[in-house]
């Protein structure tokens, strides 16, 4: 493992690498806690905010290329910008099963899904955690990260039934 990759890359990466860690940290922090306590809508706020400057950081990251810069990959940053703006609505609105269901939405998709994809070969975040892996390695690697993902999956689900008293 070696931080290079991360000093070396644009502002914006580094940015976007700094709000993304702790937002994904704290995600699994607020979807496995308590819910509704003060330290819950604190820790909510926060989250927001790291995923929001997350989102805006990554709309003046270039490198993939594209339509003037922009890649498929920038709709994930907008569908997170209204996911994050529908999950503080619902949750005012006193729609809290709407409010849980787009929040873990947003952390499977906006950091799980997305995260996965950072670390294909030849990606910054990977050759930072890798070096640069062979297409085994990297095989390997992504199908336990598949595994996690699945297993992430199935607990949140049964978390689910749990709170629906299934």
């Known amino acids: 493992m070696t931080l290079q990759p991360l000093l070396d890359a644009p502002l914006a990466v580094q940015v976007h690498v700094a709000t993304v860690l702790p937002a994904a940290v704290l995600g699994i922090v607020l979807l496995l806690g308590r819910k ?3 330290l819950h809508r ?19 990251i270039h490198e993939i290329g594209g339509v003037f810069g922009f890649s498929p990959i920038h709709l994930l940053s907008v569908l997170t910008l209204f996911g994050l703006w529908d999950a503080i609505a619902r949750a005012r609105a006193g729609d809290l099963a709407g409010h849980r ?3 873990r939405q ?3 998709g906006a950091i799980g899904l997305a995260g996965l994809f950072t670390l294909l070969p030849g990606r910054r975040m ?9 297409w085994l390695e ?5 199908g336990l990260g598949l595994l ?3 297993a992430a999956g199935v607990f949140l689900r049964s978390q689910a039934m749990r709170v629906r008293g299934r």
Do not use: H, K, Q, Y
């Open 138 to 142: 990297f095989g390997l690697f992504a």
């Open 126 to 134: 990977g050759a930072a955690l890798f070096g640069d892996p062979s």
């Open 42 to 60: 604190l820790f909510g706020r926060i989250w927001v905010g790291l995923m929001a400057a997350t989102a805006l950081a990554s709309f003046f």
């Open 101 to 103: 269901r787009r929040m």
């Open 148 to 150: 996690l993902a699945l």
């Open 106 to 108: 947003l952390n499977l």
């Open 36 to 38: 509704g306590t003060r």
